[in-house]
């Protein structure tokens, strides 16, 4: 895997390419199904009635997880492919769309009651308008779950690239014997905590949780540590803020 300065989006139809075998690897692979599914559930808590959105939803599993547990769900991918997997999996009826986190949404504002960014944010440059267009549509005092990339992997992975730069790299992934070259945005983590407060959006925790207990041991890294504990992404829980008359921002709920 090498670094780069390449600075272009990766184009809204880039996983179609190899949708159906990203969907199969994600399945029961280590880090979808056994890291990063079970810890949004978590940290989402009870959300029986509650209207969520996943943006970057991709064939639907944390969807079909939340209307599982009586959510009312909403997604979007950039990917067509993905969105046509998604309906297969959820039905005709499911509302999903194809849509760009980097444009304007298709839905009103204050619709959701939550949203969910994960693992997508950190294919892009800029999050000012994605994030800003995920604020619009929740409700103040909605949360946003963001998962990307842990910030620590490229002093540890890639000692090349400046840790305090916003900078591309280029990563090699196999997903079910299908190659793949993913563009990975690395930002520092006060980046990433300006990128939230300048959308609106208020830290209430970060986490760095285990893999979930149910995870086959076969999948667990062979270490003399912990296998159940490693760095690989970093979990984020935001909450919008609404507006006061004055225009300053403040939270609907107490800190």
């Keep these: 895997m090498t670094s780069e300065t390449r600075t272009s989006q990766q184009p809204p139809d880039h996983y179609d390419a190899f949708a159906d075998a990203y969907a199969r690897a994600n399945e029961d692979g280590l880090f979808n199904r056994w890291y990063a599914r079970p ?11 509650r209207r969520i959105l996943d943006a970057g939803c991709g064939s639907g599993p944390l969807l079909a997880d939340l209307g599982e547990r009586d959510a009312s769900v909403a997604g979007f991918d950039g990917s067509s492919a993905m969105i046509r997997l998604a309906r297969e999996r959820l039905g005709d009826e499911a509302d999903l769309q194809v849509a760009d986190l980097t444009q304007p949404l298709p ?5 959701f009651d939550d949203a969910l960014a994960v693992l997508v944010l950190h294919y892009l440059e800029d999050w000012s308008q994605p994030l800003g267009e995920l604020r ?7 949360r946003l779950i963001v998962v990307v990339n842990h910030p620590v992997i490229p002093p540890v992975m890639y000692p090349e690239i400046d840790y305090f730069s916003t900078v591309p790299n280029e990563e090699e992934y196999d997903f079910d014997g299908v190659s793949a070259t993913l563009t990975i945005w690395y930002r520092s983590l006060s980046a990433m905590s300006d990128s939230f407060t300048a959308a609106g959006l208020r830290i ?14 076969e999948l667990l890294p062979q270490s003399e540590a912990d296998p159940r504990r490693f760095i690989g992404f970093l979990f984020f829980t935001l909450e919008a803020v609404s507006q006061t008359s004055g225009g300053t921002a403040e939270s609907t709920v107490g800190s």
């Excluded at 810890?39 to 009635?49: F, H, I, Q």
């Excluded at 619009?136 to 909605?142: D, H, T």
């Design 39 to 49: 810890a949004v559930l978590d940290l989402l808590g009870d959300v029986a009635g």
């Design 204 to 217: 209430v925790s970060i986490s760095e949780p285990p893999v979930s207990p149910d995870t086959p041991p």
């Design 136 to 142: 619009r549509v929740l409700k103040p005092g909605g």
């Design 107 to 111: 839905y009103g504002d204050d619709a």
